[in-house]
């Protein structure tokens, strides 16, 4: 079972591979918003963190996480669950 199957695209967004995008403090791969604003995370994707293993896969509207994801940080804590403007809110589990 994959991440995709957990958490399918919301707003008609299925595009899983979409793009890369580099930030100073990490990388995006996955959909975007439509041009202009085609270099802002928009649907479904992973950010990963450049100086750790911390990593979130899921949801994401206009450049933040929101609805359902999944972070994994680098101490091996994980977090599943609802996101609101990249924020933790709302419904979850934290494992330590």
């Not at 930030?23 to 802002?40: H, K, M, Q, V």
């Amino acid at each position: 079972m994959s991440i995709f199957d957990l958490y399918p695209p919301e707003d008609g967004y299925t595009n899983r591979k979409g793009k890369r995008l580099e930030f100073n403090d990490g990388y995006y791969e996955g959909s975007c918003a439509e041009a202009p604003n085609d270099n802002i995370p928009h649907g479904y994707g992973t950010f990963t963190k450049k100086n750790s293993a911390d990593k979130y896969e899921g949801n994401w509207v206009m450049g933040y996480p929101s609805g359902k994801g999944r972070t994994e940080y680098s101490g091996g804590q994980l977090y599943d669950g609802e996101y609101k403007q990249g924020l933790r809110h709302g419904y979850g589990t934290y494992n330590c």
